[in-house]
């Protein structure tokens, strides 16, 4: 599959410019330690969390879905994250494996991580997605609602809430009572990460996930990891994962 192919080469292009990196990974990848992580936190085998990360490439309405994304973004030279890197197939993952009833996200963008979290959501066939992102156009292609790589198969499961997290997050958390994982990937300021890990902690049942996008990019998850005293928190592929305990 050219896409495939393509996708290859841009990771090789990008190994050979950063080496020490790339090193960093591949060791990473030969002794699943990253796997090993998530298998910590939800209670699964090394094993079955990378057969997960194996699904969405494996899932062929759903790797075709990714393609065609891939192939517009480049026409368009609209920046979008890698779409098949392992910062987001984690997040999947860890959804297949802890299979919660709800999760709520901030930050929607084009739908990349929302089509990711859906898929996993429908692999599991229970769990509902509450998304909560701003309809700004300077992330969308022309004409393009928010959320629009999210296919009508995935939708079934999924809540969009357009607006600012600001305002819409303790509304939201208020209503659902509970949350078993919250995943923060809107706006990457420090003051704005750590006010929504704390709103979302309050609502996290025990052994929920909080899962921050960009945490390597200021203090705010390091210092929220500490402030909650948990144990079990890691940042992996520039992802943080911190998983609550009973109290």
Known sequence: MRWLLQNVCRRAAFAFKNPRYAASSIIRQLTLADERFIGHITSKPARQIRA????PISTPEFAELLCAAEEKF?????????????KVLMQYAAVRALAPECIVETGVANG?????LLLALHKNRKGRLHSIGLDDPGFLPTGAELGWLVPAWLRGRWLLHIGDSRQLLPSVLLKLGGIDIFVHDSLHTYDHMLWEFR????HLRSGGLLISDDAAWNP???EFTHEV???KALIMHGVGFLQKEAS
Request: hydrophobic share 45%; aromatic share 16%; proline share 3%.
């Open 52 to 55: 997960y990360m194996n699904e």
């Open 74 to 86: 480049r026409k368009l030279s609209i920046e979008s994250a890698d779409l098949f890197a392992k």
């Open 112 to 116: 990349v991580s929302s089509s990711y």
């Open 199 to 202: 709103a979302a902690y309050l």
């Open 220 to 222: 705010a998850f390091p």
């Open 229 to 231: 005293a948990a144990r």
